[in-house]
């Protein structure tokens, strides 16, 4: 087998390839300038050398092969001198598509929101149902314990991302996948740094569509326009559509207004109950798409749906990190308005009066550049209070975004001054959720921490 250096391992994806790739045999090596957990607990876990920075000496003369993560660009020194030295270099993505997807069944799911719980599910339901699935997830599975498995059955489950693939390959990655059956879970404004507006990212998912085969199936939201124009754009393969509107072929019906009991119906017919721990409107959804998808590769579903109930999700999506002095703490990875706003109604339904604290880094590239910063304050709608991390390179001003929030709301500018703020805030009985797409800087336990002493 040969030698491989990933640039940019400790990514939720790239990180799952080096797994993939030490399952098959292959040495790995990584260099990052990001490595925090989860990912960097499975890197160590699987025995896979970290590499911190970026330089023109990271990549070893004898390496076989360089696979290169889309957070690269042309300046990088390490990218620099795999290019002088002529060494092989490939996509993540594209590396995928060669060496672990010919021959699989393989299941999509892509989508602005909701990518990393869905395809978790339709494993766990894929799992349940004995076929051993193979799966590349954008974060660690409580149930795997792995973000990525090679597994020894027909489909292969991935998360399948629209942004792009590579520094030299522009295209989003889920176009390399060619799958059997694709989930299409919505579509919203997102990555402003390399989107110019929505109708860039419809193309993209129709490139997507374009790929799927007429014996496949596209599982779609029936309840969101774009994809809706989308699909008018052109399609080949059948469309079962999902939602809680009765009229589409997969459709929801909550039993309890938290979304941890809802019924499952087909085309009328009623399928079954699920009963699970996750929370929200957001989730059913995702759960609906998830069953449907695993439908459509022969699973049948009665005998995977009580499965549900012990079902885990996946780290960092409102993970409960621990309890001290009666306030609960939660992590999620939060990365859009739309996200922060599903996430905070389902935990309101969950937890009624009980008071909901956000601690906000706006980290993502959209969220830095400003693109949603008036859809900012309204999402958090469903908390009391609110302190934002920002740093001073912001690009944009959050005094208005303050202003706007509902409650009451704070801006800090490091993570110290932040602790220190919602130690002030917090009371017994609060429930404080932070919120970022990065590590926050171990926050969420350094807050525990805080709590937990005397």
Same mark, same amino acid.
Request: charged share 20%.
């Given at each position: ?69 889309? =957070? ?28 672990? #997807? ?22 766990? #339901? ?11 997830? @954008? ?32 295209? $989003?990655?889920?176009? /390399? ?73 997969? /459709? ?24 699970? $721990?996750?929370? @929200?409107?957001?989730?059913? #959804?995702?759960?609906?798409?998830? #069953?449907? =998808? =695993? ?17 885990? $999700? ?88 303050i202003a706007a929030v509902r409650g009451q709301a704070h801006a800090v500018p490091d993570t110290d001054a932040l602790l220190a703020q919602l130690g002030a805030i917090a009371a017994p009985g609060d429930h404080v959720v932070f919120m970022s797409n990065g590590g926050f800087d171990g926050a969420p336990r350094r807050f525990l921490a805080q709590l937990q002493q005397p």
């Amino acid at each position: 087998m040969s030698t491989i250096h990933i640039l940019g391992i400790a990514g939720t994806f790239m990180g799952g390839v080096a797994a993939l790739a030490r399952e098959k045999g292959h040495t790995v090596r990584g260099s990052d300038q990001a490595i925090y957990p989860p990912m960097s607990t499975q890197l160590e876990r699987l025995g896979i050398a970290l590499d911190p920075g970026y330089r023109a000496d990271s990549v070893a003369p004898d390496c076989d092969e360089v696979v290169i993560g889309n =957070a690269l660009s042309r300046g990088n020194p390490a990218v620099e001198a795999v290019l002088d030295a002529g060494q092989r270099y490939i996509s993540g993505a594209q590396w995928l598509s060669e060496q672990v #997807l010919p021959g699989r069944d393989t299941l999509a799911v892509a989508g602005t929101h909701g990518k990393t719980t869905t395809t978790t599910i339709l494993t766990w #339901l894929l799992h349940s149902a004995g076929r051993d699935p193979g799966f590349l997830i @954008g974060g660690v599975a409580e149930d795997f314990g792995v973000s990525a498995r090679v597994g020894s059955g027909r489909e292969f489950v991935v998360e399948a991302d629209e942004y792009d693939t590579a520094f030299f390959d522009k295209r $989003s990655k889920f176009v /390399h996948y060619r799958p059997l059956v694709a989930i299409l879970n919505n579509l919203e404004y997102d990555h402003a740094d390399i989107f110019p507006d929505v109708a860039a990212i419809q193309r993209q998912f129709h490139h997507l569509i374009r790929t799927v085969p007429a014996r496949g199936r596209l599982i779609v939201n029936g309840e969101d326009g774009y994809l809706a124009e989308v699909l008018a754009m052109g399609c080949w393969t059948p469309v079962e559509r999902f939602g809680f509107d009765p009229t589409l072929e997969w /459709h929801a019906e909550l039993v309890e207004a938290d979304g941890s009991v809802f019924v499952v119906h087909h085309r009328g017919e009623r399928v079954g109950e699920v009963r699970w $721990s996750l929370l @929200g409107r957001h989730n059913v #959804l995702n759960g609906l798409a998830a #069953l449907a =998808a =695993a439908h459509a590769v022969g699973v049948e579903l009665a005998t995977v749906i009580p499965a549900l109930a012990a079902f885990r $999700s996946v780290k960092r999506r409102l993970e409960v990190i621990g309890q001290a002095r009666d306030i609960t703490i939660y992590d999620d990875f939060a990365h859009h308005p739309t996200a922060i706003r599903t996430t905070l109604d389902g935990l309101r339904a969950k937890v009624g009066d009980a008071r909901i604290v956000v601690a906000m880094e706006p980290r993502s590239n959209s969220m830095r550049l400003g693109a949603h910063a008036q859809a900012l304050a309204p999402s958090l709608d469903g908390a009391d209070a609110v302190v934002f991390l920002h740093r001073p390179e912001l690009a944009w001003d959050a005094a208005s975004v303050i202003a706007a929030v509902r409650g009451q709301a704070h801006a800090v500018p490091d993570t110290d001054a932040l602790l220190a703020q919602l130690g002030a805030i917090a009371a017994p009985g609060d429930h404080v959720v932070f919120m970022s797409n990065g590590g926050f800087d171990g926050a969420p336990r350094r807050f525990l921490a805080q709590l937990q002493q005397p």
